[in-house]
């Protein structure tokens, strides 16, 4: 099977550009959490969508939102770019129920901001 | 709130040698995860191995070992007749008993030496 897919792998914007970033989550997965890992740190909470609804938020501005569509596939979305937003944005899927599943993470988005 | 500390930023061992990874947590919660993840130049997020805090026998998976402390709130990683392919940067994360939100360490970079 597949594993959580995401793209695309590289991608270089400008400040105030707006960025749309992709994650398809491994099959029968419902529950997708995005990150971010600024180069050097451990991963931050961004959000977390089960069901196509949004169940938790990060400490990240009105600028970061994102969506789950039907099949489960995710988008984060990026406007008014900064310069700190520069890093590897990870996707993990989820999927048995209960608290002692697994989370599992996709290669990552490198994203540049100039 | 929950707070994750590693505090050996860099670590080498030679090969087929054992070596600790330390980790601490805080946290007031009584019902949580704690994992450790393995991160290497490719960017994927691994899971190496998880705890349940309930559990009170220390989570092992194959050369990998844990030592859970709860009362010290201490989860350190064990890696025995370490390789080659263990080079990587390692995180230790914490999970809330059914929150998704994963609170991620700094990072620990092993360098495995042949």
């Known amino acids: 099977d597949a594993g959580v897919t995401q793209s695309p792998t590289h991608l270089i914007k400008t400040r105030g550009q707006h960025v749309t970033l992709r994650c398809s989550p491994i099959s029968g997965h419902k529950s997708v959490s995005w990150y971010q890992q600024v180069l050097g740190q451990g991963p931050q909470f961004i959000f977390q969508?089960?069901?196509?609804?949004?169940?938790g938020r990060g400490n990240f501005p009105d600028r970061f939102s994102a969506r789950q569509f039907p099949n489960y596939s995710s988008e984060l979305n990026v406007n008014a770019l900064l310069l700190g937003d520069s890093a590897l944005y990870l996707c993990?899927?989820?999927?048995?129920?209960?608290?002692?599943?697994?989370?599992?993470f996709g290669p990552g988005t490198r994203l540049t901001v100039l | 709130a929950q707070t994750v500390t590693q505090s050996q930023p860099e670590m080498s061992v030679q090969e087929a040698e054992t070596v600790t990874l330390s980790c601490t947590y805080d946290?007031?919660?009584?019902?949580?995860?704690l994992f450790w993840y393995k991160q290497p130049p490719s960017r994927q997020m691994i899971l190496v191995i998880r705890q349940e805090a309930y559990k009170q026998q220390n989570a092992t998976e194959n050369r990998f070992s844990v030592n859970f402390q709860k009362a010290a709130k201490s989860f350190s990683l064990k890696i025995s007749d370490s390789q080659l392919g263990d080079t990587a940067m390692y995180f230790c994360?914490?999970?809330?008993?059914?929150?998704?939100?994963?609170?991620f360490g700094q990072g620990t970079r092993l360098t495995i030496n042949p």
């Open positions: 946290t007031s919660e009584s019902n949580y995860y």
């Open positions: 993990a899927s989820r999927g048995l129920a209960g608290p002692t599943d697994t989370q599992y």
């Open positions: 969508y089960y069901e196509k609804e949004e169940r």
């Open positions: 994360a914490f999970r809330m008993g059914r929150a998704q939100k994963l609170v």
